[in-house]
């Protein structure tokens, strides 16, 4: 689903996991936006997330989250 923000920016609403998480994502955590500003894998698939708050967040194999991804301009 592609959509637009009020910034103007064109963005996706879509599902991510541990395998398909990237940096630029903006998942909602307590109700707040949160960017995904970095990642680091760990052992048996998971992956730790550092947010632009500086936050850290591990998400499992079996984790799934809704997330906007901005789409990038070719």
């Known amino acids: 689903m592609k959509g637009g923000s009020p910034g103007g920016m064109l963005v996706a609403h879509i599902e991510i996991t541990s395998t398909t998480v990237q940096r630029g994502d903006i998942i909602q955590l307590g109700g707040r936006p ?41």
Not at 37 to 61: C, N, R, Y
């Open 34 to 74: 949160c960017r995904v500003h970095d990642l680091f894998q760990l052992p048996g698939g998971a992956k730790q997330l550092v947010l632009d708050s500086g936050e850290l967040l591990t998400i499992h194999t079996r984790t799934r989250l809704l997330a906007v991804r901005p789409l990038r301009r070719r």
